[in-house]
């Protein structure tokens, strides 16, 4: 079956350290994202990409960096500079760029700091 | 700015119906999206609508008003499995970006 695939699902860092959260596809779809999910609030845009080796931030990418290396994958790097970074973190991919292009979701991964 | 309101939390009945609102303020309008998420789990989508009334999908409809910048999920015949919190996303003016709301617990009691 076709979907998004994250890892790991939980994740613990120190602070200072940079981890990098996986995000695989197999749905063949052009356009790729990173949200972040908190209490209370709605998610929230990090980064994406439309296409392999171009990719633009969203509304939160301080702290953040990405990849888009291949078509299937779209990794995040949360690094020390993100100072806040426990979070639920969500990757999606659509097939294009806005309209009625769906999201698909990833099951997340979760980032606690210690 | 812009803004999506959804209550926080809703407590139903199983076997009843529920609605859950979402209002919206943005710049611009390329459609409004219902998801659906159980707790620690993968937003998965329910509808879509982008032009005025009322798409049903089985136990599922959605309602968009864009005059009123309001859309209703109506959830009927309620199982347990329906406990969830349902998103309300709208793509603004900018046709790439989703505006998320906070989204609406949903608690269903037997």
């Known amino acids: 079956d076709g979907g998004i695939t994250q890892s790991p699902k939980y994740l613990f860092r120190k602070e200072g350290q940079n981890v990098t959260l996986s995000c695989e596809q197999n749905?063949?779809?052009?356009?790729m994202y990173w949200y972040r999910q908190d209490p209370g609030q709605g998610l929230r845009l990090i980064y994406y990409?439309?296409?392999?080796?171009?990719?633009q931030k969203g509304d939160i990418a301080e702290g953040y960096s990405v990849s888009r290396e291949k078509k299937e994958s779209f990794p995040l790097t949360v690094t020390s500079a993100q100072k806040n970074p426990t979070a639920f973190y969500l990757c999606a991919s659509s097939p294009g760029l806005g309209g009625a292009n769906v999201l698909t979701f990833g099951a997340g991964s979760r980032l606690t700091v210690l | 700015g812009q803004n999506i309101d959804q209550p926080t939390e809703m407590t139903a009945t199983e076997g009843a119906i529920v609605q859950i609102n979402c209002t919206y303020q943005?710049?611009?309008?390329?459609?409004l999206f219902w998801y659906q998420q159980h707790a620690g789990e993968a937003p998965t989508f329910l509808s879509y609508n982008v032009l005025d009334g009322l798409e049903e999908k089985g136990r599922f409809s959605s309602f968009l008003s864009r005059s009123k910048g309001y859309s209703y999920l109506l959830l009927k015949e309620l199982q347990m499995k329906d406990s969830a919190s349902y998103l309300c996303a709208v793509r603004g003016g900018s046709n790439y970006q989703l505006i998320w709301g906070a989204g609406t617990k949903l608690i269903i009691k037997p």
């Open positions: 943005t710049s611009g309008f390329n459609g």
């Open positions: 990409s439309q296409i392999v080796n171009d990719f």
């Open positions: 749905l063949n779809h052009d356009a």
